[in-house]
């Protein structure tokens, strides 16, 4: 009370107390679906009275704490990729976050890490042991499954005669569809091997057929 008053007959007026820091992951939810070694960013809303930009924060990974991410952040948000993903199991992401004052807070995510079933391809044309004559356009066209229908991490490597074809997709469409034409086959037997990876599992596939004589 004798502070009080000295500070205000002084002319000062007492500074306004220090509120907690706030911290929450907004991103993924509680409950996302993610398979082993695919690739997240979690990520947490920031907020302070001296602004989240002078917060001291830290990431901690259990069971493995040695995981590396990276991390990244701004005034009202902080970010920590793992480009790698985690291993199949249940996962604790923590962030803490400490103001000049040594208040802090916490703010804590459980993932399930599944199993990674791999994708699987298939060719639609050209059928096996089919016959074209020469000159004709050459149709290749399949399909790629995923367990949960994502197409966006699926990649597509073309082999045998496909090598380098003018048009072949590298990415399925989003109904796992990839089709393109090749011309100029010479005659002969051809192989078409195709390998669709989600980065981490893959499967490939081959198909025969035969550029005949006119």
């Known amino acids: 009370m004798v502070f009080t008053l000295l500070v205000q007959a002084c002319g000062f007026s007492t500074p306004p107390p220090n509120e907690d820091p706030v911290v929450s992951i907004t991103s993924p939810e509680t409950g996302a679906d993610f398979h082993e070694y695919e690739p997240l960013t979690v990520v947490a809303s920031l907020d302070d009275d ?14 493995d704490p040695d995981t590396i991410g990276n991390e990244f952040r701004s005034e009202e948000e902080a970010s920590l990729y793992l480009g790698d993903g985690l291993p199949q199991g249940i996962w604790t992401l923590s962030i803490l976050v400490v103001d000049e004052f040594q208040a802090s807070a916490e703010s804590t995510l459980t993932l399930q890490m599944d199993e990674n079933d791999p994708p699987s391809v298939k060719f639609d044309e050209p059928q096996a042991d089919a016959e074209y004559g020469a000159g004709d356009s050459v ?13 966006s991490n699926i990649t597509l490597t073309w ?56």
């Open 159 to 214: 082999g045998g005669s496909a090598t380098g074809a003018k048009g072949a997709p590298d990415r399925p469409n989003a109904d796992g569809a990839a089709i393109f034409y090749i011309d100029g086959l010479a005659r002969g037997r051809h192989e078409i091997t195709v390998t669709a990876s989600d980065g981490v599992n893959e499967d490939t596939e081959a198909v025969a057929f035969r550029i005949a004589a006119n």
């Open 50 to 63: 001296q602004g989240g930009s002078n917060l001291a924060l830290s990431w901690s990974i259990e069971p």
């Open 139 to 151: 149709g290749v066209s399949v399909t790629v499954r995923q367990r949960d229908d994502d197409m």
